[in-house]
């Protein structure tokens, strides 16, 4: 958009100086008032020209030879992006010349790529006073009326212009930003798309932003949060993936927030799993695998509260819970519990940092389990041809409440964990309807698990996909995935053959496909299907394969997010 007002404003300083020729003396539209202009104190975001007693001066298009010059050496500083300069100068040409309506229109831009939206309003005021006809002044003002959430004011100045075809493009790009703000992306896409399809300046940011509406949309993040909860078994009782994935998740979607600083998501279920465990993946011990079937219902509330939210931060706090009951085997009910203050700084327009910190505190069979603490750092990087690629680091501290009765504390699984991550997001047309974006998710991590008992040292790895689209009927959206992981241990299993005692190797692969129903913008309903197998070298006479086992799970979920 700025290529396009640098543009405008040259046309009109063209337009303005042939006139001039024409004939000097001649007025600009004006109206009598009481009020007289004076410089704006540039101190002061919100503060407009000042009362006094004296007429407005009329627009005018003719100055002093000095005038002309300082005009011409401040503009040059504008297009040289010395912005300071340029306001200096600007502000200097007002103060000599009330009436000079090229200089508040030059002043008011010089404002508003720095950031100064409230001055910037004020400059464009004054120049719309001078001449309310001027359509780039409407056009710049609008921008600014967005970036201070004036949606309304906004709509206002687009109004004055978005029927001339010469603007319409421009017209539909800033609507576009409109939307997009106020988390229509829809509406915003369909916006994007005209103003891009008309091409000129307006084309690489209308693809920009388009970009970023089909990136963010509310579809993609609730997939994204639906398949980590339940597409591989309940793996957002994993630490390591949930919270790298709702700090992604607040990335995508921090375009598309309520105004309310609070939210409020609740997921009820019920599954069918043909082998109850207590974890779906890194089994520590064989007596955390049932090899039962059973039902079971779910229930995950989470809630979040924003207390300091800006432009450019988000402060807050995060609560979220995961609760099992079992209908039968009722002494592996699982109740986790997690809380812990978060931060997304957007460091430039398409780079967020983003850290988390969560204390967790699980109970198996209704008995204390585990404690834990966990840090999360995290950078993502949105591609603004569409995509994105987030980098995190996660350490846990964890204390498992009880051990094997072992003096030398070979099964101690109290200690530290280090993890690596990556995830990138690929746009792609979706497999039902080219004219509707899907996405994949390729990730890998990578955890050093330094515990304090020599049998549970290691580095396991993970490789991931997901496929995301909607389907083109009933507002469904399917979602495809899997993992691998394959955990190396450093040291022999005392869970092996004494004679012959092996360092354990461990191969898992999940599989998983699941169908969301968007009843509403707050409601869906959910129906998925997943298969794990995990396989061990490990092998223990008159108990077999310990660690080897395969399940299904079959869940229907509600989810209602307020």
């Known amino acids: ?137 409407h056009a710049a003002r609008a921008k600014a009326h967005i970036a201070l959430q004036q949606y309304d004011l906004a709509g206002n100045d687009i109004a004055e212009f978005e029927n001339d075809p010469a603007w319409q493009a421009q017209a539909a790009y800033l609507k576009g930003q409109i939307y997009y703000a106020r988390g229509d992306l829809d509406q915003a896409a369909r916006s994007f798309e005209v103003a891009r399809k008309a091409g000129g300046v307006e084309e690489e940011s209308a693809e ?23 597409g591989l078994g309940g793996a957002d009782r994993d630490p390591t993936v949930a919270a790298a994935s709702r700090q992604l998740d607040d990335v995508l979607a921090s375009q598309q927030r309520s105004s309310r600083p609070w939210e409020l998501q609740i997921t009820t279920g019920y599954e069918y799993d043909t082998n109850v465990l207590l974890i779906g993946s890194n089994i520590a011990l064989p007596t955390e695998i049932s090899n039962r079937e059973d039902g079971r219902f779910v229930l995950q509330p989470r809630g979040s509260y924003s207390f300091y939210r800006k432009p450019n931060i988000d402060v807050g706090v995060e609560a979220n819970g995961y609760f099992t009951f079992q209908q039968d085997i009722t002494s592996f009910d699982i109740s986790s519990y997690q809380i812990g203050p978060y931060v997304n ?63 030398l504390k070979t099964f101690d699984r109290d200690g530290n964990s280090y993890v690596l991550g990556l995830v990138q997001g690929i746009p792609v047309p979706s497999l039902f309807d080219a004219q509707q974006k899907a996405n994949i998710d390729l990730s890998y991590r990578v955890t050093y698990q ?68 968007k009843i509403n913008d707050k409601a869906s309903l959910r129906v998925d299907y997943a298969y794990t197998n995990h396989n061990s070298n490990i092998e223990m006479t008159g108990s077999g394969d310990p660690f080897d086992y395969n399940r299904s799970i079959v869940g229907v979920r509600f989810i209602y997010t307020f």
């Open 1 to 137: 958009m700025k290529d396009t007002i640098k543009r405008s404003g040259v046309v009109l300083i063209l337009t303005l100086a042939s006139a001039a020729t024409v004939s000097l003396g001649q007025d600009a539209p004006t109206e009598p008032t009481t009020e007289a202009v004076t410089p704006v104190d540039q101190t002061d975001a919100s503060q407009a020209p000042a009362q006094g007693t004296q007429a407005e001066p009329q627009a005018h298009f003719s100055r002093s030879a000095e005038g002309e010059i300082l005009f011409q050496e401040t503009q040059g500083k504008y297009y040289r992006n010395d912005l300071a300069g340029a306001e200096a100068g600007f502000s200097q040409l007002t103060q000599q010349d009330g009436g000079d309506v090229q200089a508040w229109y030059f002043l008011g831009l010089a404002q508003l790529d720095q950031g100064k939206y409230n001055d910037s309003v004020a400059s464009f005021d004054q120049a719309l006073r001078l001449d309310p006809t001027l359509t780039e002044v």
């Open 208 to 230: 920009f932003y388009q970009g970023l509406t089909y990136l963010r949309m509310r579809d993609l993040v609730r997939a994204r949060s639906i398949y980590r909860e339940a």
């Open 345 to 407: 700084y957007k460091l430039a327009e398409n780079l967020h940092a983003s850290a988390r910190y969560g204390f967790n505190y699980v109970e198996f069979g209704h008995e204390k389990y585990l404690t834990r603490h966990l840090i999360t750092p995290q950078l993502t990087l949105i591609n603004p041809k569409g995509g994105y690629t987030s980098a995190y680091f996660q350490y846990q501290l964890n204390d498992f409440a009880t051990e094997y009765d072992d003096p």
């Open 450 to 517: 330094d515990t304090q008992g020599q049998e549970y040292q290691g580095i396991l790895q993970t490789l991931g996909v997901a496929y995301y689209t909607p389907l083109p009927f009933w507002n469904l959206r399917l979602d495809l995935g899997g993992t691998l992981t394959y955990e190396a241990y450093r040291n022999p299993s005392q869970f092996d053959d004494p004679g012959n005692r092996s360092r354990r190797r461990d191969l898992e692969y999940v599989l998983s496909i699941g169908v969301t129903h």
